[in-house]
């Protein structure tokens, strides 16, 4: 047989086989350090944790990501949305299930979805698909005092913030566009804030918030209730 010369690739393999689990640390540590999580805490003007605020970003280094659509619901429990704000991708199906002993009669105007849903318990038939970003304000014909809203967004990142708490993950590091929305917001507009990430991000927000609007009827002495 014909001997193998020194300098052959030949031996190397063994070397290179040794060196396989330092490589893939390290690719799994340039993984990791091109990704972050945004963190934010919300208070309201007196200092109380925030809730049914939506976190989200629009863009990361001037480019928009592409939402997948998802499955969600809003219920409706003694007289009110539950969730009384909730967060789609556009696209997305919702379906709007009626838990109360009586009955509703959900419907919206709003630009970015109008429907009805005649008065009715249980779950409907079909969920609705809400296929443009925009927000949804929701009603009932019979229960005027129930409002609820669907904010439909154009972006995989985002958050529903409970308890005056958001986090978002998986986000490629850059320049990130973060808005932060609450149907009470004194500005009446989504709070705008641009941050340079490199790494896990924790962010803390003071929103200015009208008063709560939303009263709660009290039944009719001997009338009837649908």
């Not at 109380?48 to 970003?57: G, Q, R």
């Not at 592409?66 to 539950?82: C, I, K």
């Not at 959900?106 to 979805?113: C, H, Q």
Request: charged share 20%.
């Amino acid at each position: 047989t014909r001997p193998v010369p020194e300098n052959s690739m030949v031996p190397a393999l063994p070397r290179l086989l040794r060196l396989l689990p330092a490589l893939s640390l390290l690719w799994l540590y340039a993984t990791a350090a091109s990704s972050a999580t945004l963190t934010m805490r919300l208070t309201d003007q007196d200092g109380n944790a925030v809730e049914d605020a939506v976190l989200y970003i629009t863009t990361i280094d001037g480019k928009q990501a592409a939402p997948a659509p998802m499955q969600a619901s809003v219920d409706q429990v003694d007289e009110r949305f539950v969730p009384h704000v909730r967060a789609i991708t556009s696209g997305s199906s919702v379906s709007f299930p009626n838990s109360d002993h009586i009955r509703h009669h959900v419907y919206s105007f709003s630009e970015a979805g109008t429907f009805e849903l005649p008065l009715y318990i249980g779950i409907p038939a079909e969920p609705l698909v809400f296929d443009k970003a925009g927000l949804v304000t929701l009603g009932c014909n019979i229960h005027d005092h129930m409002l609820g809203y669907v904010l439909v967004l154009d972006t995989p990142y985002f958050a529903e913030v409970a308890a005056g708490s958001a986090t978002i993950s998986d986000l490629p590091t850059g320049k990130w566009a973060v808005e932060v929305w609450h149907p009470r917001l004194a500005q009446e507009t989504a709070l705008h804030l641009t941050v340079d990430a490199t790494a896990d991000t924790t962010l803390q927000q003071q929103l200015e918030l009208r008063p709560e609007r939303m009263v709660r009827r009290a039944p009719r002495r001997g009338g009837s209730r649908y």
